[in-house]
């Protein structure tokens, strides 16, 4: 079951599983195979339990995603780095090269840069948090200038960045 949300920063889907939010996505996703009815009203409850988080963190009231979460794809990896990613506090930055650190690959930062690329669930887990080690933005969602844009707008938002 999916669903087509509208934020400050454009439209979100969002999909879910019986077992928790599977997908934040900038464009269109499919629909999934539906099962059962009581399928369908615990996917459509983690969905509007994921709309009502995210509005609370776009107006400024929520620092903290309280979601379950059901993340079927990745390698170990990258499943490491999205837990990484996690422990990020709101309003804070990292680099590339201390998330690396973090996992114990520390040469690995170019990896880390397609795992948060490949983040399935991006903002409830903070991928936009993460900077070259210069300072500067780097590329969000695999998309250059809009994703950017995208990115500052959150880093903003969570006063990590100054206008």
């Known amino acids: ?5 509208n934020t400050p920063i454009g439209e979100l889907w969002l999909d879910a599983d019986q077992n928790g939010l599977t997908k ?6 499919e629909e999934m195979a539906v099962n059962g009815a009581q399928d369908q009203g615990k996917k459509q409850e983690i969905l509007l339990e994921t709309e009502r988080q995210l509005a609370e963190y776009f107006e400024g ?3 903290d995603f309280q ?3 059901s ?3 990745g390698t170990i990896f990258q499943q490491k780095v999205w837990q990484a990613l996690q422990e990020i506090p709101y309003g804070e930055i990292r680099t590339y090269k201390k998330i690396a650190e973090t ?3 520390p040469k690995a ?3 880390i840069g397609q795992a948060n690329r490949m983040n399935p ?3 409830v887990i903070p991928c936009h948090r993460v900077i070259g080690q210069n300072g500067q933005l780097t590329g969000y969602m695999g998309n250059a200038e809009a994703g950017l844009l995208i990115k500052r707008q959150l880093l903003v938002l969570e006063k990590a960045l100054s206008e």
Request: hydrophobic share 50%; glycine share 0%; charged share 15%.
């Open 109 to 111: 930062v170019r990896a």
């Open 24 to 29: 934040v996505s900038f464009h269109p996703i």
């Open 71 to 73: 993340i079927n794809t």
């Open 121 to 123: 669930l991006p903002i």
């Open 1 to 5: 079951m999916k669903m087509k949300i």
């Open 67 to 69: 979601l379950p979460l």
């Open 61 to 63: 009231n929520r620092q």
């Open 103 to 105: 996992i114990d690959h």
